[in-house]
DNA sequence: TATAAAGTTAACTTGTAGGTTAACTTTATA
DNA sequence: TATAAAGTTAACCTACAAGTTAACTTTATA
């Protein structure tokens, strides 16, 4: 089974992979774990900022949390970045259409 | 070179696959190449509102169009899915990341 | 135990995405 | 040649994303 265009979770995955700050993020988790303090002074955000981008990569279930204290670590999760990935893969087969491809199809379908 | 997760061409296309509908337009596409009228039919769409969906795939080269007449066709464009793609494979090597992965670094962090 | 650190939450502002309706242009057809 | 089809453009509305500041909670430390 192939995953829908208009299935939920893709949807929170693509809409978070969407914003460059987030994506931002993932790149400095994908070096390793961080707080979201740190996470907050490498993007330049202040720590409200930081913890909405954060939340909506959670809810996207991108990253996973863990509190140790009154510290929150803050990891890349694996399997979900595949998700958009395998989306995307489907069309595969299709990218070999070009211009010279539609202008074939406009010369089939007029006539 | 890898892609760079502020580069203006992959934030185009996130935006753009970050919508439903678009990426509907896209599932559509893949089929075979359609009209602007097609398309908004297709999507339960008004004219205006395809059009500007049109707008967004165009101006991230995920889809390419040509006139014939007063008949616009839409295909979809091969290369630039991979664009998406490739930055998310970036991070393939760091999917292994998980919940056990982040209690270790915790521990190694209050040594 | 008072103070600071690390987040969280609430309330607010601003910009923009995605839709609408109405008016228009260009091309085809009865 | 008048009318319809296929889009486009403009002006508008509404919801929400992304930031801010201020106030708060919880945990650590001097």
Request: proline share 3%; glycine share 4%.
């Given at each position: 089974?192939?995953?829908?265009?208009?299935?939920?979770?893709?949807?929170?995955?693509?809409?978070?992979?969407?914003?460059?700050?987030?994506?931002?993020?993932?790149?400095?988790?994908?070096?390793?774990?961080?707080?979201?303090?740190?996470?907050?002074?490498?993007?330049?955000?202040?720590?409200?900022?930081?913890?909405?981008?954060?939340?909506?990569?959670?809810?996207?279930?991108?990253?996973?949390?863990?509190?140790?204290?009154?510290?929150?670590?803050?990891?890349?999760?694996?399997?979900?970045?595949?998700?958009a990935q395998?989306w995307i893969m489907?069309y595969?087969?299709?990218?070999?259409?070009?211009?010279?491809?539609?202008?074939?199809?406009?010369?089939?379908?007029?006539?």
């Open positions: 089974m192939s995953i829908s265009y208009d299935s939920p979770q893709l949807d929170s995955v693509l809409e978070a992979l969407a914003n460059q700050k987030r994506r931002g993020i993932i790149h400095d988790l994908s070096l390793q774990p961080a707080t979201v303090t740190q996470l907050a002074s490498r993007a330049r955000l202040s720590l409200p900022a930081i913890h909405k981008h954060i939340r909506s990569l959670e809810q996207a279930q991108l990253i996973i949390r863990k509190k140790a204290g009154r510290t929150n670590f803050v990891a890349l999760n694996g399997s979900t970045l595949g998700l395998s489907q595969q087969t299709s990218w070999g259409s070009n211009k010279a491809t539609l202008d074939n199809y406009i010369s089939k379908m007029q006539e």
